[in-house]
Structures are given as C-alpha cells and as structure tokens.
T-cell receptor
C-alpha cells in the first residue's frame, strides 16, 4: 500500500484566498483524522471521521475551516478565507479499528503533511 | 478533557542513553504509544505498551509504565545521530476512539 497520500505537499497562498488540502487514506481504514502542527501549539486534532461521518470537530478553530469526506477514499480540509495565522503543517492520518488482547487498539498512519504558508 | 504532557527538549551525547518522560491523565487507558517524527515527515509509530504491562523492550528501546502515577517513559540506549527527531507520547482514549498526543519532545544529539 502507498500509505496515506496528501496533496499538495506545499502550498503558498495569499491572505483571503481559499485553500483546499486533500487526503487519500489507506484502503480499508475506517477512521480519518486531520491534524495541524505549529511550533507554538504543537500537534492539534482538528476533526476526525468514522466511516465517512464526522465524529468530533471540536478542534476546528473557527468557521473558516471545513472538512468533508464524500467517500471512503477521499477527504478534504478547506480554509476560506485563509489568514497568515493558518500557516502550519497539516497532517492527515488514517486508522483501522481493531482489537488487541481484547481491547480496542488503534494505530494511526500519518501522511507526509502539507506545509501551508499564508502570506 | 484528557491530557498528555511531556517536556519539549532533550539533549544527549552520542552513545549515551536518552530518557523521554510523559504523564497522562486518562484513568482508563488501555494502550499508550510512542510516535517518532523525523524532519519533514509525518509521525510514525515507534512502539506501544498495553496498560497491564510495566515494561516493554524492543532492541534499543525500553518503555516503562507506572500506571499508579500515570507516568510513561521511553529509553533509547546507545543514542545515535539518526535518533534525532521529535518523540510524541500518546494515549488511546478508547471511549472516543481517538489518540491524545503530547506536545512532543525534540531530541538532539551532541557529538
């Protein structure tokens, strides 16, 4: 398997523009996560999906951020309008819910990330 | 909410052991993880420990879990330059099926 695929790898845009980040999870995985990483705030969970349904979006910073998962093999994270403080590395991760020693076990596989710079 | 905390930086001399510490608050943890992030890459699972274990060893890595104190540590023996990375402690919050990550500890190696 190719692993989690994210595109683009780098995005430079101007303040006010719309930005769309894309993610293809590992085939067969039923969970998909979007994270944001900055030096100041570390790794933040933005939103996650189970079987294409958003479960928890409490980490989405504000209404400018939206995420969709139209099918099991594709998800987008959109920022509209973008602001300089949105500059960060955005990671997508996927996992398969499974059981190990009788307990739920969850290993997340991360994509390489999209480095977003908003000027 | 549940929280995972770890120190931000650690510097060790090449060949010495590195010990990265972590504390967590979830009283119903089943699995705890250590992830590694190399420069310019995503996080990758390094090792995990089940909550009924005190210790797990895997080659140069030793994970210690003190469930009473909710303390987890990762020891890397004979630290090499290739071990330079950010190490994330993480707790599987099973009731929400999500992993809570710490802020990451940046490990740097001195010659």
């Amino acid at each position: 398997d190719a692993g989690v695929i994210q595109s683009p790898r780098h995005e430079v845009t101007e303040m006010g523009q719309e930005v769309t980040l894309r993610c293809k999870p590992i085939s067969g995985h039923d969970y998909l996560f979007w994270y944001r990483q900055t030096m100041m705030r570390g790794l933040e969970l933005l939103i996650y999906f189970n079987n294409n349904v958003p479960i928890d979006d409490s980490g989405m910073p504000e209404d400018r951020f939206s995420a969709k998962m139209p099918n099991a093999s594709f998800s987008t994270l959109k920022i509209q309008p973008s602001e300089p403080r949105d500059s960060a590395v955005y990671f997508c991760a996927s996992s398969l819910s499974t059981s190990l020693m009788g307990y739920s076990y969850n290993e997340q596989f991360f994509g390489p990330g999209t480095r977003l710079t908003v000027l | 909410g549940e929280d995972v905390e770890q120190s931000l930086f650690l510097s060790v001399r090449e060949g010495d052991s590195s010990v990265i510490n972590c504390t967590y608050t979830d009283s119903s943890s089943t699995y705890l993880y250590w992830y590694k992030q190399e420069p310019g890459a995503g996080l990758q699972l390094l090792t995990y420990i089940f909550s009924n274990m005190d210790m797990k060893q895997d080659q140069r890595l030793t994970v210690l879990l003190n469930k009473k104190d909710k303390h987890l540590s990762l020891r890397i023996a004979d630290t090499q330059t290739g071990d330079s990375a950010i190490y994330f402690c993480a707790d599987f919050y099973s009731s929400a099926s999500k992993i809570i990550f710490g802020s990451g500890t940046r490990l740097s190696i001195r010659p």
